[in-house]
């Protein structure tokens, strides 16, 4: 089988998958350790979403805004 057949079935798996452990675990995390209320985490994972920091090592359209290079 070609490898780029099996690449973008398994990158949306992966993502999928991503999406689907992070958030809850990250919302139970400022729960129990932050005591934060639903409405915070809601407002903390909105703007996550706003600023496209939901992945782990994808660039979000705002990342490179801040760099001075």
Excluded: H, K
């Amino acid at each position: 089988m070609n490898r780029s057949r099996i690449l973008v079935p398994s990158a949306a798996l992966l993502w999928g998958l991503q999406l689907a452990f992070l958030s809850p675990a990250f919302a139970l995390i400022l729960t129990e350790l932050y005591n934060a209320t639903t409405a915070e985490v809601g407002w903390v994972r909105g703007g996550q979403i706003l600023t496209g920091e939901i992945g782990i090592g994808e660039p979000g359209p705002f990342d490179g805004l801040a760099r001075c290079e």
